[in-house]
């Protein structure tokens, strides 16, 4: 049952990218509450409207921005760049994951990112650590899993 819950990509709902979706959200729902501030301060009057409409938004454009973000992997996963590409990503993801836990954690990154704003910054520099290591040290997307 643990496997189904935790583990490779190819066969669980979370996997060891769960973290790294999390700090993602964090980000993004940073700079898409802001934006959605800046807009919504600058067109709607009504100060209650727009703070329940802004939420709905928030999420809407946070949702949005992870289904574009797992529609192009999973390009990547089917070759779409490259064998090679194709490769490094081990796997086409299980489609809970996909479609379910991956979203939802940068949904928890944007409520995080609003309970806790100075959180933002060392996830970006945490988010930016993993990348870097994961794509161009680890041999593959799945390496902490095998290893692990």
């Given amino acids: 049952m643990i496997e189904c819950l935790w583990g490779l990509k190819t066969a669980a709902i979370f996997d060891v990218w769960t973290i790294e979706h999390v700090l993602s959200g964090l980000s993004i729902g940073y700079l898409v509450k802001k934006e959605n501030l800046r807009h919504f301060q600058k067109h709607h009057p009504t100060v209650e409207l727009a703070r329940k409409t802004k939420v709905r938004v928030d999420l809407v454009a946070v949702l949005f921005l992870a289904y ?62 993993w990348l870097v290591v994961h794509i161009f040290v680890f041999p593959d997307s799945m390496y902490l899993h095998h290893v692990f």
Avoid: C, K
């Fill in 68 to 129: 574009v973000w797992e529609t192009l992997e999973h390009y990547l996963e089917e070759g779409l760049a490259g064998q090679t590409v194709a490769l490094w990503f081990q796997g086409v993801e299980f489609w809970p994951n996909r479609f379910i836990s991956d979203p939802l954690m940068l949904v928890l990154g944007y409520w995080l990112a609003g309970r806790y704003p100075r959180a933002v910054w060392p996830a970006r520099g945490l988010t930016g650590a």
